[in-house]
């Protein structure tokens, strides 16, 4: 276990376990689904409903075109569906088949033990810690997403 002992500014230490535990969540999820990349996964986490392609390319700070090869490799893996916008027949809706939807659960299922035992935190605790992750985040979407942000 490396020595932190010299690390004595609180927010430095926030900002590393941020890291630690960011890094240490994604190694995890890349172990229990190695045939999804990073962008995959992050990709069905974030299809709760169907969205409209430009919208999640925006969300995750990719270009169109990144979207589209990543829906491409979804689809051939048969997790996902595109079909045009009802309101908008330019645009097309990303939406999770039924496998989408299971391997979108497994994901989820994994994510939570992965942060309980990466924590360490009772479930009390990873509820406060989730609000406050929410608020932290509502704070920095409201002044705008940070530039180059990984998903």
Request: net charge negative.
């Amino acid at each position: 276990m490396p020595d932190l002992s010299d690390i004595d500014h609180p927010d430095v230490n926030v900002m590393l376990s941020i890291v630690m535990l960011y890094w240490s969540l994604h190694d995890r999820l890349s172990c229990e689904k190695p045939d999804l990349s990073k962008q995959e996964r992050l990709t069905l986490i974030r299809l709760s409903q169907p969205r409209r392609m430009g919208d999640l390319a925006r969300a995750m700070q990719t270009l169109p075109s990144t979207m589209t090869a990543l829906t491409d490799g979804l689809e051939a893996k048969g997790l996902v569906t595109r079909r045009r916008d009802p309101k908008d027949r330019r645009a097309w809706l990303l939406e999770l088949t039924e496998t989408g939807e299971e391997t979108r659960a497994e994901l989820g299922e994994m994510l939570k033990l992965a942060l309980r035992e990466e924590t360490g935190l009772d479930a009390a605790d990873l509820q406060q810690f989730s609000d406050l992750l929410l608020k932290i985040r509502s704070h920095i979407m409201a002044k705008g997403l940070p530039k180059g942000l990984p998903f």
